[in-house]
């Protein structure tokens, strides 16, 4: 299966703050020889590299407790300096590194959901590519369930997730 070309998806209108440093085409390809990235999440790199949306709740169905809303801390980006560079903090390749032992195969964390989570879509090769996924990871206890174990499907595609965003819920615990 050829890889796709940099195609620019319909992104909704959200604000966001902590972007990083604006990224083309031909930085990002200069940094895939680190990680093969997945489509949308190329296109969402060209509109946005990282950052943290200002309307940040989102509404999921969780197959156990029904309908849950979790907060997205912030989607990570691409740092286009060396590897520990603090341009972005921890961008998707630092948390690659870091979290790998924990992931599924062929996914790229995306992002952060408070509660130690991870946003994920997938390698290419995957058929669960462009979607995202929720991993619930638990630091205090990482190796309590394995890297497909506690892993939720949220939406079909990113453009998708992010028109899921929403301002703050009444019945969400702000800590």
């Keep these: 299966m050829p890889k796709p070309s940099h195609k620019l998806l319909a992104f909704p209108r959200l604000q966001f703050k902590g972007v990083g440093p604006k990224l083309n085409a031909r930085k990002i390809s200069a940094l ?41 801390d912030g989607f990570a980006g691409l740092n286009p300096q060396l590897p520990g560079s603090v341009t972005l903090g921890m961008d998707s390749v630092e948390m690659i590194l870091q979290f790998r032992h924990w992931l599924p195969r062929w996914s790229i964390p995306i992002g952060r959901v408070v509660d130690d989570s991870f946003l994920l879509p997938f390698h290419w090769d995957d058929p669960r590519t462009d979607q995202v996924w929720l991993k619930h990871w638990y630091h205090e206890d990482p190796d309590a369930s394995g890297p497909e174990e506690k892993l939720f499907h949220i939406a079909d595609s990113l453009p998708e997730f992010l028109a899921l965003l929403h301002e703050h819920a009444p019945d969400y615990d702000v800590e």
């Design 32 to 72: 895939a020889h680190l990680m093969e990235l997945p489509p949308g999440y190329e296109s969402f790199l060209l509109w946005r590299n990282g950052g943290r949306p200002l309307k940040e709740y989102f509404t999921w169905t969780h197959p156990q407790h029904g309908e849950t809303t979790s907060r997205l």
